[in-house]
């Protein structure tokens, strides 16, 4: 069990949500998508968590846009948690981002390319926060108990982790559902990441492709599964997105997918 704000995560509680856009486009713009997604938690009783990254540090070309940067980023990040009163969450690439950060975000996210450096861990882990770590693409399930215990030898056992799909062949990804499971036996809960699986990794040339007539069937599946939590990205117009659209799910349509998830989770408490 793992305390995220007022929520409770992993043994039986209700799903966390992490939702929000891929970047941090503009304050108005975020606050706009915040809003709605308070709107959306209060409706369906959701334990939601707002998402938003201030760099996107990874991005397959470098003439690509990134975001506002750290100092505006968490600007944003702080006005959307006054505004809204949700609890926020944003990656962190660089050891000297995690203190400023945890000011302001509830949850600090590790990015899978960056799940085994351990300096990063580790400054993310002596902050004190929730740490949620995605799953290297290049990793195996099991192999995330090396990071649990690398936040544990920090004095941090509030660890999240998040399964994101699986690297296979080229530009393409995979998901076993047995890596919920798996990770499970970590001890951490386990969040499954249903719009970044389906990315297609440099696919359009310049920039990653994806499918995101896919992200309901695994959040569907990941659920069944036993997931513990869901992270899924969302935008109002993905097509014009300047990161990650062809994977994000159109903030109109997310009402409706969670509330279908959500019956699986019900008929799935039902079992046990």
Known sequence: MVEVASYRVGEGSPLLWICGPCVIEGRDFTLRIAETLRTIA????????????FDKANRTSGKSFRGVGLEEGLKTLDAV??????PVTTDIHECSQAAPAA???????????????TDLLEACGKTGRVVNVKKGQFMAPWDMKNVVAKLAEVGNRRTLLTERGTTFGYGMLVNDMRAIPW???TGAPVIFDATHSVQKPAALGDKTGGDRTMVPVLA???????CDGVFLETHPNPDKAPSDGPNMIPLDQ????IRRCQRIREAVADLH
Request: glycine fraction near 4%.
């Open 183 to 185: 990770m499970q036996e």
């Open 254 to 257: 997310l009402s409706d997918l």
């Open 81 to 86: 948690r006054n505004a809204t009163g949700l």
């Open 42 to 53: 209060d409706t369906l009783k959701l334990q939601l968590v707002f998402k938003a990254s």
């Open 220 to 226: 569907r599946a990941a659920i069944a599964a036993g």
């Open 103 to 117: 000011e302001v975000c509830e949850v600090l996210q590790v990015p899978a390319f960056l799940a085994r450096q």
